[in-house]
């Protein structure tokens, strides 16, 4: 009681976040939940503003990683916050606690993303628009005629109008005259003719004009990623979480899949070999090295402040066919004294110890500079196998070995031998990519029937990927596509494969069809767009000169918008694919 004061106001001010979590961390887990119940300022660490409850949930993350040696990351993945990350590590708090596991154990996990890359980037050939007949595509052979009923829905529901009022704009549309007893009511092709390719996205579907008819197709991932999504907010939505799980004991992969020329090598290591090994992050580097630079700090920040006991050995490989060679060693083949290359890799026979950050980056430079990667009419930079690079931690605490493992697979490009332009050599390889992705899809197919066997033994590729797919891992396969209608077909089937992959179920209500979906989705990109050109656009003056009629000129004052010219080229583009769809 404050006498002074004449009130019954405490004498004890409330204690700091800091404080708290000093105290928090000599209080074992079965006494912290009382200590809620009892204590109004822990209690209100949790229960008050948004902002104290986000200071509380780190409190008792920071708290998993005093008492239990977990790892905490630094920064919080998407979708994220506190206290969602603290029930995300919460499982694991047993396990460098002595004990006979030696490995985190949950079920086997899989997610699913897909990114588009900007629209036209794929390198064209003279051939890339040629049929079989290698005779020349016309404008034609870009679009679809979209099925009847989908294209009244799409007016209908744009409109909000009849049937009879739909087919009436659906007809007048190229001028001509609607008549409902005439002897055949369909409207002219033209009008019902959708491009092929991309329609519309959001964060987490895709609408697609599938070539053969197939009319529009949605297909749901737990992230779709547009051409403006950098490298950094790609490894924030695919992998940064990954990192954790890795460093808690769970093994963990990343692959991408996708087109010759759609962006995987792109996604995976950067757009040129330096930013693809430079550990030292720049806009530009890659999954492959954002992990490894996270990883690494995050080994010296456990094994300074938290006592863990670290080893970490790298192996990069190749394959091509059924040769598996050695990146870290000139190619040398891996295994063959064995009998079985991928066994060996699995049994570290091609890893190498790594010493810190700088020789990481030497071994990743030397596994870069001997890659098969060779031109294409489709890619300039095209990999020409498969290359896995595969990551082997040991933690050691009180004792206790706890082991974990990181893939990391940029999968050749699956590719149309007319369209990448391959011949000879390349078209040998480009046989021996597509075969490997075959049997890629028949072990995804098999993983989804729950089937007893998986054919992992029909290639090597999966035979090193077998680990991944399944056990107690956790994949995220990312789907790199084009939106261009061209790569129609490419596109399609490498979403399918990632649908397959998740098997995720799509829980839009029944009465919402996939036009409403696709219109809703442009929608909210057109508005999202023109809040970009109103936030970037800004207004100029610059001088222009003309001619005059009597061959005179004169110099003009004039003012010009600038800085959003990206931006409106896709918003013309996106009110393009909306007139489409709704035939205005």
């Not at 954790?244 to 040129?272: A, E, I």
């Not at 009465?511 to 442009?522: F, G, I, P, R, Y």
Request: proline letters at 4%.
């Amino acid at each position: 009681r404050n006498e002074n004061m004449g009130t019954n106001q405490s004498c004890f001010s409330k204690p700091s976040p800091d404080l708290l979590f000093v105290v928090l961390q000599y209080v074992p887990w079965r006494d912290i939940a009382p200590m809620f119940r009892v204590n109004r300022f822990i209690h209100s660490a949790l229960m008050g503003t948004p902002e104290d409850r986000e200071r509380g949930w780190l409190m008792l993350a920071k708290n998993l990683e005093a008492q239990d040696k977990l790892h905490v990351p630094r920064y919080l993945p998407a979708g994220y916050n506190w206290q969602s990350m603290f029930f995300h590590l919460w499982p694991a708090r047993n396990l460098f606690q002595p004990g006979d596991n030696a490995t985190s154990e949950e079920k086997f996990s899989i997610g699913v993303a897909a990114r588009f890359r900007p629209i036209g980037t794929p390198p064209a050939s003279d051939d890339e628009n040629s049929d079989e007949d290698n005779e020349p595509a016309s404008a034609d052979k870009k679009v679809m005629i979209l099925p009847l009923h989908q294209k009244l829905q799409a007016i209908r529901s744009y409109h909000k109008c009849t049937v009879t009022e739909a087919q009436k704009i659906l007809w007048s549309g190229k001028g001509n005259k609607y008549d409902p007893f005439a002897a055949n009511a369909a409207p002219p092709e033209d009008i019902a003719a959708i491009q092929l390719g991309l329609v519309s996205l959001s964060d987490e579907q895709v609408v697609v004009a599938t070539p053969g008819g197939g009319g529009l197709r949605d297909f749901k991932f737990n992230h779709v990623l547009d051409h403006r999504a950098s490298q950094e907010s790609t490894f924030n939505h695919t992998t940064r979480l990954l990192i954790t799980d890795f460093l808690n004991g769970y093994n963990c992969c990343v692959f991408c899949y996708g087109q010759t020329g759609s962006g995987k090598t792109h996604t995976m290591f950067g757009p040129d070999p330096a930013s693809s090994t430079a550990l030292k992050i720049t806009r530009h580097s890659g999954l492959l090295p954002r992990l490894c630079a996270e990883v690494m700090a995050a080994l010296d920040d456990r094994a300074n402040n938290l006592g863990v006991e670290v080893n970490l050995g790298v192996s990069c490989v190749e394959v091509f066919g059924d040769d598996i060679t050695n990146l870290l060693e000139d190619h040398a083949a891996i295994g063959t004294w064995r009998g079985t290359a991928a066994r060996a890799v699995q049994e570290g026979r091609a890893r190498v110890a790594v010493k810190d950050l700088a020789h990481l980056q030497e071994l990743l430079e030397k596994a870069e500079s001997v890659k098969r990667i060779a031109a294409t009419d489709m890619n300039e930079r095209s990999s020409r196998a498969h290359s896995i690079t595969f990551l082997r931690l040991e933690q050691r605490v009180n004792q206790k070995l706890v082991t974990s493992e990181f893939v990391l697979a940029d999968l050749g490009g699956s590719e149309q031998l007319k369209k990448s332009g391959a011949t000879g050599e390349r078209k040998q390889e480009a046989t021996q990519i597509n075969l490997g992705l075959l049997a890629l899809n028949s072990c995804i197919e098999a993983l989804n029937a729950s089937r007893s066997h998986v054919p992992y033994q029909n290639s090597k590729l999966t035979s090193l990927l077998s680990t991944a797919l399944g056990g107690n891992s956790k994949t995220t396969v990312i789907v790199t596509a084009s939106p261009d209608p061209q790569h129609a077909t490419e596109t399609a089937n490498s979403l399918r494969f990632g649908e397959g992959c998740g098997v995720i179920v799509n829980l839009a209500k029944e009465n919402v069809s996939t036009m409403e979906l696709a219109l809703k989705q442009l929608d909210a990109q057109i508005e999202e767009t023109k809040g970009l050109i109103e936030q970037n656009e800004r207004w100029e003056s610059k001088r222009v000169a003309r001619k005059d009629a009597f061959d005179g000129e004169e110099t003009l004052l004039v003012t010009v918008p600038v800085g959003a010219e990206e931006e409106r080229e896709t918003l013309e583009l996106l009110l393009a694919r909306r007139r489409q769809l709704i035939g205005a």
